[in-house]
């Protein structure tokens, strides 16, 4: 079975930069890609970004563009979400898995690994 395990994040001031890493147990070939998504209390789950499996496109949403950055290394298995100007509002826990692609990205449900805590403070 596919799983995913996050690591990297951590407490950091508004305005600071964190990298988080994506570890696949095995092939993400039956997906689109891998995607982030986060969740911070109280409020809805939201899709950060998608990349393809041989990395040539990402997709973001909104929030995202411009600030966070998705790549991937295939030689390690892993997919990274670099996250620069963070801001207190994108304190969540982060977690990846598998995405899809039909009209436009999505995250598939149930594929996601445990998440990492990322706080940012003001």
């Known amino acids: 079975q596919l799983q995913f395990v996050e690591s990297g994040g951590g407490l950091v001031q508004a305005g600071g930069s964190l990298r988080l890493s994506c570890v696949a147990s095995?092939?993400?070939?039956?997906?689109?890609?891998v995607g982030w998504l986060r969740q911070a209390p109280g409020k809805d789950r939201e899709g950060v970004g998608c990349?393809?499996?041989?990395?040539?496109?990402?997709h973001y949403s909104g929030f995202a563009k411009g600030r966070f950055t998705i790549s991937r290394d295939n030689v390690k298995n892993t997919v990274y979400l670099q996250m620069n100007n963070l801001k207190p509002d994108d304190t969540a826990v982060y977690h990846c898995g598998a995405c899809n692609f039909t009209v436009s990205w999505y995250l598939v449900a149930d594929s996601w690994g445990q998440g990492t805590q990322v706080t940012v403070s003001s």
């Open positions: 095995g092939s993400t070939s039956d997906f689109y890609g």
């Open positions: 990349i393809t499996n041989n990395g040539d496109t990402t």
